[in-house]
């Protein structure tokens, strides 16, 4: 069973960066295909990146895709979400989620890490 914390979140002007972090404990990460996803206020969760076990392939939603980059480091147990031009409808709190499979639900999620952009 793996741990996931979430880190790197905060408040950034539009057209910013941050860059978002998951480490993983209790389990090596390569283990598991990592997705990023994110909920704003009001709204339903949102699937916004994910990579395979061994980083052989990456998806990003349209409404990222050119802007956000999925990554991760087996060596390091931890992915990231780098994160470019950053839009005030990104406000939301990120979440990162492990699966052992393929396709199907994702069972071991973070605590989420709240994202803020605004002027």
């Known amino acids: 069973q793996v741990q996931l914390v979430e880190s790197g979140g905060g408040l950034v002007e539009p057209g910013g960066s941050l860059r978002l972090s998951c480490a993983a404990s209790g389990s090596t990460l390569d283990n598991y295909a990592i997705g990023w996803f994110r909920q704003a206020p009001g709204k339903g969760r949102e699937g916004v990146a994910c990579?395979?076990?061994?980083?052989?392939?990456?998806v990003h939603a349209d409404s990222v895709k050119g802007r956000f980059t999925i990554s991760r480091d087996n060596a390091k147990n931890t992915a990231h979400l780098q994160m470019n031009s950053l839009k005030p409808e990104d406000t939301a709190v990120y979440f990162c989620?492990?699966?052992?499979?393929?396709?199907?639900?994702?069972?071991?999620w973070g605590q989420g890490t709240q994202v803020t952009v605004s002027s």
């Open positions: 989620a492990a699966r052992m499979s393929v396709v199907g639900n994702y069972n071991y």
């Open positions: 990579i395979s076990r061994r980083d052989t392939y990456r």
